[in-house]
């Protein structure tokens, strides 16, 4: 780690802890407005984040820094020498608190009427107009006292709770030639600079030249501030008499959380004589018990250890006022004198004036670079939504335009990845560390839509190891029921960060303030660090097209179900009127069949003798070719009632239905069969016995009858097992066997495997055991080797009383 010398460092207004009372924190950000708050300019780098050296100095030190997170700055009860506080009963404007400098006449019980009627008027006026500004409003200059004590004031007024607080500053401008009108040129000119800045470093910069000139401090500062809060100097004007601290970026711990928000609720913040004493504000609390709020206040006084933080800087006095972009505290104008300076109220709102306008220009900017970043991401998901609309799975669109799936949020590898596939395209991480970040996301149980990360590593520690390909993440989920993900990578983006001081050692305890005082640093050297392991950030624009993809993707799936779903609804009717019309013509074909084979034997029998032999041939052919035929139409009869009656389930012995079968079988068998059965325990089952009697029925005749030319046939009827929810029957044989290469054809209607002559049957048998063990909500499938058996497969959900 380098150090080079720099005495002195911006100082933007911090606190120590005194109480464990605390401000409410600044409300968290959305996406959109954490993306705008951190905009990097197009030539300026990106916004950094917490550094191993932030964690490390974190968690060596003993010192709670977030102490400083817990002190109640706004209730500190007191204000600053230069101007006094009145805080009145708006409806009476009675003074009911005041600091100890103001005037005798507006004592504390005073009704301000009586003492100082131009000033009641000024007040009454703001109460009547009902104003709603968040902040300290400017009344007008006002010169209160005679003679040698006369005094010019600029009177600034705003609600608190139930109070109207009146701050009257001191200033030697008693007739307002100071307003905002003698400075208008001055705002028309930076208005027209504003309009030629090429970029946000410009704008920067502009807003300091013109702030130090309006206010005439040794130098202004543009501080912006990053994800976590810690600020980098974008721009800088000076005279000389303070060092530069340019490009110096600063820890968070700098401005505390409710610092932060006292900045974005109160732009304006002064401090000219950092050598001032407290004035108390007296009595100490309201009528309701609590100290006074001086969130809104101009003359707040500031803690002890902020006026140490001056003195060690060698500044004097101090001005910031907050840049706020859409609502959200995007960084300070910080301006800082050697000696004491007082900047009249007027200039100090003509700054924030000047500021506002910046903020304006720098949202129109920027907006516009993010408007032409859409437009050209927008041609790219166009092109996508056109090749996944053509694709039967969206999918298939995406894998086959690697280029453009990387060009659509600039990221240099991506992977699609589902329960059972993970495809990965460009520079991706290997795939078994994809499935684990895959893993790691569907189980985060958060309901984000988009997952948006540049330092993976932060949140999912494994990524360390393959951050030179993805420590930045940007993911969608493309599905809520099945977790899909469709992931981006960028690598890993090694850069130096040069802080203004070392952010290790940024405070230690004051011995004089007690043990929860603070003492600032009084070092301020450079110093710079190395950061890894982020990558560039991802720009809302970039964010926003992975989200319109995502929904894009949702509708291609949607419509595609819907399609499918209206395939399905014609299929099932197509089904219905095909399993109408087997059953009506196998019903109709029973009678013809069998009376030819009526009449035929009654030829045969009768009219035999006066045949010759191949007469008697022909008949007999004709009786079994009709016998065939007859049980053909038996079986084609069969199969098409299957989808026609309803389930009747119950729990029952599968042995017994195994042995009640094969004694059935046994029957058709020949007594020079030698047949070994092997039949292993088969439990209980779920099922529908006569539909479950017709699977066994087909297979152990097959087996029988596909061992016809064993010396000993065996024949094993088996159950492995329940796995995934199933339990597993087999039959096994040691008959001829099948080619493998046709099992897709086995469960087929009409389709045989051996030819007719070798083998009797339809071939409608298995394509009713297929259609029985579906209906069950079960598989069915085969295996076998040419010559060597077979073994048939069929599984049934399992259910708790089956076992």
């Not at 006449?105 to 009641?120: D, I, M, N, W």
């Not at 701050?167 to 030697?172: C, R």
């Not at 899909?484 to 983006?493: A, D, K, M, N, T």
Request: hydrophobic share 40%; with cysteine; aromatic share 6%.
């Amino acid at each position: 780690m380098g150090r080079s010398t720099a005495p002195a460092r911006v100082a933007p207004e911090r606190r120590g802890p005194s109480s464990d009372q605390a401000m409410v924190p600044v409300r968290p950000l959305s996406i959109r407005a954490r993306l705008l708050r951190v905009w990097p300019g197009p030539s300026g780098p990106p916004p950094e984040g917490m550094s191993d050296l932030d964690r490390a100095g974190s968690a060596a030190q003993h010192i709670d820094l977030s102490a400083c997170d817990r002190e109640p700055i706004h209730i500190v009860g007191s204000v600053q020498p230069h101007g006094f506080l009145l805080a009145l009963d708006p409806r009476s404007l009675v003074v009911l608190q005041a600091s100890a400098n103001a005037p005798a006449a507006a004592s504390v019980g005073t009704a301000l009427e009586s003492a100082y009627p131009e000033l009641a008027a000024l007040a009454e006026r703001y109460r009547d107009a009902g104003a709603e500004e968040d902040g300290a409003l400017y009344l007008r200059t006002v010169t209160l006292g005679l003679g040698p004590a006369r005094q010019s004031y600029e009177v600034a007024a705003h609600r608190i709770d139930d109070l109207l607080v009146l701050e009257l500053e001191e200033t030697d401008d008693a007739s307002g030639e100071a307003g905002l009108d003698a400075l208008n040129p001055r705002l028309r000119a930076f208005v027209r600079r504003l309009h030629g800045a090429r970029g946000v470093e410009d704008l920067c910069q502009l807003l300091a030249q013109d702030i130090r000139r309006l206010t005439g401090f040794d130098r202004a500062l543009v501080y912006r501030f990053d994800r976590d809060w810690h600020g980098t100097v974008l721009a800088e004007d000076g005279n000389g008499v303070l060092p530069s601290y340019l490009d110096l970026r600063f820890p968070a711990s700098d401005i505390p959380a409710q610092a932060r928000e006292l900045y974005r609720r109160n732009r304006l913040r002064i401090i000219p004589d950092a050598g001032y004493v407290p004035v108390p504000i007296r009595p100490g609390t309201t009528a309701a018990g609590e100290p006074l709020d001086l969130s809104q206040s101009i003359l707040r006084s500031v803690s002890p250890v902020h006026v140490a933080y001056m003195r060690n800087m060698g500044t004097m006095a101090s001005m910031s006022v907050s840049i706020l972009v859409d609502g959200a505290l995007w960084g300070l104008v910080s301006c800082h004198n050697r000696e004491p300076r007082r900047v009249p109220f007027q200039a100090r709102n003509a700054c924030d004036v000047l500021t506002q306008i910046f903020a304006l220009q720098l949202s129109a900017k920027v907006r516009g670079e993010q408007a032409e970043q859409r437009l050209a991401l927008g041609a790219v998901q166009g092109r996508l939504l056109g090749f996944m609309a053509e694709e039967d799975s969206f999918v298939d669109g995406l894998l086959n335009h690697p280029d453009d799936v990387l060009a659509l949020v600039n990221a240099s590898g991506a992977a699609v990845v589902t329960a059972d596939r993970c495809r990965l395209l460009g520079a991706a991480p290997p795939e078994a560390e994809v499935r684990a970040l895959y893993a790691w996301l569907s189980a985060r149980g958060e309901a984000d839509d988009v997952y948006v990360t540049e330092c993976l590593a932060e949140a999912f520690p494994r990524a360390a190891g393959f951050a030179d390909r993805a420590s930045g993440l940007l993911a969608i989920s493309v599905s809520k029921r099945y977790a899909s993900y469709i992931l981006w990578f960028r690598p890993e983006v090694v850069r130096t960060v040069r802080w203004g001081g070392n952010p290790v050692k940024a405070a230690s305890p004051d011995p004089e303030g007690g043990p929860d005082r603070l003492h600032p640093r009084k070092s301020f050297d450079i110093w710079k660090e190395t950061v890894k392991g982020r990558s560039l950030p991802w720009s809302l624009p970039e964010v926003e097209v992975a989200e319109d993809l995502r929904a894009s993707v949702l509708g291609i799936v949607l419509r595609r179900a819907e399609e499918l779903a209206a395939m399905s609804e014609e299929l099932q009717r197509s089904n219905k009127e095909l399993e109408a019309f087997s059953y009506s013509v196998s019903h109709d074909l029973r009678a013809p069949f069998r009376h030819i084979v009526g009449y035929a034997n009654l030829l045969k029998n009768r009219e035999g003798p006066n045949l010759s032999d191949k007469g008697r041939h022909y008949v007999e052919t004709i009786i079994e070719a009709a016998f065939s035929a007859g049980t053909l139409v038996d079986n084609l009869l069969s199969f098409s009632q299957m989808g026609r009656h309803a389930l009747n389930r119950v729990t029952g012995d599968m042995g017994a239905l195994v042995e009640e079968v094969r004694r059935k079988v046994l029957r058709d068998v020949g007594p020079e069969r030698v047949v070994r059965w092997e039949v292993a325990p088969l439990g209980r089952a779920y099922a529908d016995p006569a539909m479950l009697r017709l699977v066994l029925e087909n297979l152990l005749s097959n087996a029988v009858k596909y061992t016809r030319g064993r010396d000993e046939a065996v024949i094993e009827v088996g159950r492995l097992p329940p796995r995934d929810g199933e339990s597993v029957f087999y039959v096994r044989d040691n008959g001829v066997g099948f080619d493998m290469a046709y099992v897709d054809k086995l469960f087929g209607v009409f389709q045989r495997l051996h030819r007719v002559e070798e083998f009797e049957g339809t071939g409608i048998g298995l394509a009713n055991v297929r259609r029985i063990v579906e209906r069950h909500g079960g598989r069915t499938w085969a295996e076998s080797r040419l010559g060597e058996g077979a073994t048939f497969y069929f599984t049934l959900p399992v259910r708790e009383e089956a076992h």
